[in-house]
């Protein structure tokens, strides 16, 4: 008879209890949140240097549930004990934009449909001085510092802020770099200024209200001619449209798994919690 392996806990994420310092509304559909307080300070020091370059870094937020009455940071286990898991706090994941030592605050950009979803009407209805939780950050990529790459950048409305930060970033290292981000919005309203190489092309896509998420940016991912040469591609966005676009790049562009940085950040009717337990199951395979 084998003796069972114990298992390790898993260890708790550390829960950084930010101040809303203010926020921006920078299209129909797009709101800034400026985050700041004493939780700057281990937020960083908790973070790798690398983590903090990263220019598709995440934060995990915890929203309580509208009047609940309960407040940052949550005991999460004493909570299960005693409320129904409907009541709980839920975790939503969002890329933070930047991070300003020098003013101490984090900026996240949160997609805005009225009153849809949870993390929306929050960041629409924020007021400074609102406190919320958060863990991480997570993530690691950093757009490729070599002149000879051609940068293909590939996402929807929730991959803007990992995009636009990657485009900066690319700007101040490799001013002279080329290629082309295609990036899909609801309407024109919702297109950005952004920071980006002169050999940055940058192409919005609508969907204007008829076309399903992801459709236009596939569509035009079929139509593009990726350069030949050294290509290197940032793609993210909602999971049909990565599963769509993983297969142009592998089987009609001839891209090795290593050339691109792919994933799915949302699902078409799913809410987080669901869409991350599908992670898990066939349907939320990109392969």
């Known amino acids: ?10 260890p708790r994420d550390t829960q950084h209890v930010f101040v809303v310092e203010r926020s921006e509304r920078l299209s129909p559909h797009l709101v800034r949140i400026h985050l ?11 973070a790798s240097p690398e983590k903090i370059r990263a220019t598709d870094k995440y934060v995990k937020f915890l929203f309580a549930q509208p ?8 005991d999460l286990e004493a909570l299960r004990e ?13 890329t933070v934009r930047s991070v300003d030592e020098a003013a101490r605050t984090i900026a996240v950009d949160f997609v805005v449909h009225g009153d849809e979803g949870v993390a929306g009407p929050w960041a629409a209805a924020a007021q400074p001085g609102d406190r ?6 997570g993530g690691l990529y950093f757009p490729d510092e070599d002149p000879a790459t051609t940068h ?3 996402g929807d409305d929730s991959a803007l802020p990992a995009v636009a930060a990657a485009l900066e970033a690319l700007a101040a290292t490799v001013p002279d770099a080329r290629g082309t981000a295609l990036i899909e919005v609801a309407t024109a ?15 919005w896509l609508h969907r204007d209200g008829d076309a399903t998420p992801g ?5 035009a991912t079929t139509q593009f001619a990726a350069t030949t040469g050294r290509v290197r591609v940032f793609a993210h966005g909602e999971r049909s449209a990565m599963k769509a676009i993983r297969r142009i790049l592998v089987d009609d562009w001839a891209l090795d798994r290593s050339d691109f940085s792919l994933s799915a950040y949302w699902a078409l009717g799913r809410a987080e919690d669901r869409f991350q337990a599908e992670k898990r199951e066939p349907i939320g395979a990109l392969e």
């Open 82 to 94: 005693r409320l129904d898991p409907a009541d709980l706090p839920v975790r939503r994941t969002y």
């Open 152 to 154: 293909v950048f590939l």
């Open 189 to 203: 309203a919702d297109e950005l200024a952004l920071t980006a190489p002169a050999g940055v092309e940058v192409r």
């Open 67 to 74: 009047g609940s009455g309960l407040e940052p940071p949550y």
């Open 215 to 219: 459709e236009p940016l596939v569509a």
């Open 1 to 10: 008879m084998s003796t069972p392996t114990p298992t390790t806990p898993r």
């Open 132 to 137: 919320v939780a958060l863990s991480g950050p």
């Open 36 to 46: 700041g307080g004493d939780a700057f300070e281990a937020f960083i020091a908790g």
